[in-house]
């Protein structure tokens, strides 16, 4: 691995199934972000955290639950999906914090139905 | 409240120089990120200011006005990979950023 990845690429999801998305990073970066990105909207977070163990809500964390057991992995749960989070999400991370730059994941585009 | 404004559109020619405004209002403001995103990807670290001032890196320079809360990015010698979304973001306080919806940046011929 080099860098942060996500899986899966897209998903096409029927309404009220349970989704895990995820995303592992290997560079030891402290902190974790993950965000929905819609037209016109641009990034928005979901939840953050900032180290191993914490975890913190975001703009817009409703329909949403996230973990982080260890450094390099942080799942996000959509328990119920619903149409309104169709959107391409990405997840990001940085050395310590907001201060630092954050290196983004490809993304997973998901379509819920 | 905390806000951040960018134009949607711009539109320039290729070897031309294009300046990508963005104005802001947050509480807990430290520094301003400019990241580059193309179509279907993800977006990709530019510069950050801290300080007042103009800050150049090969054909990308980015300003800051603190007291303004107003920066740039400038875009010299056009060329048609430049075509990208620039996403301006600043720090909100709380471990997070506020970002803006982005300027989608059109290079022509």
């Known amino acids: 691995i080099a860098g942060i990845t996500q899986a899966p690429t897209s998903q096409i999801l029927a309404a009220g199934r349970r989704m895990t998305l995820r995303c592992t990073q290997d560079?030891?970066?402290?902190?974790m972000y993950w965000y929905r990105q819609d037209l016109g909207l641009g990034l928005r977070l979901i939840h953050y955290?900032?180290?191993?163990?914490?975890?913190g809500k975001g703009e817009v964390p409703d329909g949403y639950s996230v973990s982080r057991a260890n450094t390099d992995d942080f799942p996000l749960t959509l328990a119920s999906a619903v149409p309104s989070q169709t959107s391409v999400y990405f997840c990001?991370?940085?050395?310590?914090?907001?201060?630092?730059?954050?290196?983004f994941g490809p993304g997973t585009r998901l379509t819920v139905l | 409240g905390q806000n951040i404004d960018q134009p949607t559109e711009m539109t320039a020619t290729e070897g031309a120089i294009v300046q990508i405004n963005c104005t802001y209002q947050t509480s807990g403001f430290n520094g301003l990120f400019w990241y580059q995103q193309h179509a279907g990807e993800a977006p990709t670290f530019l510069s950050y200011?801290?300080l007042d001032g103009l800050e150049e890196k090969g054909r990308f320079s980015s300003f800051l006005s603190r007291s303004k809360g107003y920066s740039y990015l400038l875009l010299k010698e056009l060329q048609m990979k430049d075509s990208a979304s620039y996403l301006c973001a600043v720090t909100g306080g709380n471990y997070q950023l506020i970002w803006g919806a982005g300027t989608k940046l059109i290079i022509k011929p």
């Open positions: 560079m030891r970066h402290n902190a």
């Open positions: 955290s900032n180290t191993a163990g914490t975890t």
């Open positions: 990001a991370s940085s050395e310590r914090g907001e201060h630092d730059e954050q290196f």
């Open positions: 200011n801290v």
